[in-house]
């Protein structure tokens, strides 16, 4: 196996079990929004202004859910189209490889539509390969997009969790903690589209 | 890749093998072919790193539109791991491989565009054209399910690892002095075959059939009284040794 595919396999299976956290981090997220929606309940007018905040936060965690969930299905499909695209390509190195060796041989040119066949099998598979890559990304995009969304929203809710009076603490706590997990969906969706940027355009 | 002709008639035996260009460390394996004036039927075809040389070996020989059989005695790396390789140059070809044997082969992932077709227990025929070829039950000689293939034009029999001996590379394609060969097969024998009753079942029913040459998937090839010889030998042996 060369560098190449190897670090496509890589690439590929990096994506799979990042985006497991990113799951993990997500339901986090929502299980923080049920609880803030318990705290806000709880304090009434005083956290008035947070009350819509908590359904947003858990709409938002629901949403990343789903995509990351289709995202996987992706990844998998992606993984398979690597296995594939290695296997073709090994196919077609050992035609050219046949083609060397029997020059001299009475029926050597009935070698040339396999091989042409072959070639054209992993050149389309690597097209795939790329297209489904670039789409993967656009995925990941949006998953980066309500990662951030959810970083402006802990950042109100701060400021909201300030009007509860002694709900501030458990308020200000819920903040965090969405702020937190958001930051690392980020991360992880930010390293999976750097392993997966390589293989857009070469 | 040495080829050599061990049947001539209305149709030929080509065996090839002690292939110069193996990596050293994968035990040297004989293949066989069996090649018609249309097509062509390949037996043991071999391991993934025999694929290349195998091919362009073949093309002496036929063309690869021509090349419609394939026969796996039975499941061994050794025997048949090029198959994901050969599915995807051969384009309407069938493998002959035991039944039993079946959701095993297919992790080589070759059976894209060949067709496996089940070999029952109790064996069947390969046709090719013309000629019929008879798939002589070796079960547990080494694996649980294993086939032979008779000949009885040619009076051959491909006899898949019975028969085998590991030698070094560069070793003459016939027995000449069974005597001094015996050694060279006799462990091989008694590690890889388990069962003196499967061994009995085999040589009686082998003993029926009328053989001019027997040849293995490892080592030499026995030409006329040394089939006998073999037998003979084969008969007495205990087997199984390692328990
Ligand atoms: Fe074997
Ligand atoms: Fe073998």
Redesign the interface.
Known sequence: MNIQTKSQFVAVASITSELSAVMVVAKEISLAAANAKAIAFRAGDKAKGFQPITDFINELAKETIELVTSINVYALSLYQLTVNEY??T??YN??E??AE??KD???????E??LEK?KLTMENCQRQFKRDVKQLLDQLEAVMHHARAARVIAANSRIEASQAGEYLQSLQAVAESVDKAAHTIHDNVQRCRIALSLYRNN | MKMTKIYEGSHQWIMFGRDENKPSNIIDSNQYAVRTANKCLLMDPGGSEL???M???I???????QITDLFASHQDPDVISSL??WD??L?NAKLHAPALWEGFIRHY?GCESIEYVPIPDNGGTIKLENIELQLIPAHYLHSSANFHVYDPQAKILMSGDVGSALEPAGTPMFVENFDSHIEKMRYFHQRWMPSNHAKRAWIERVRNLDIDILAPQHGRIFKGDDVKHFLDWFDALQVGVAV
């Open positions: 296997r073709k090994i196919a050992k035609f490889l046949i060796l029997s041989a009475a029926h050597a040119h009935s070698m539509e396999p072959a | 694929f290349a040389p091919m362009a070996a093309l002496h020989h036929a063309p690869v539109e994901g390789l995807q140059a384009s992932l």
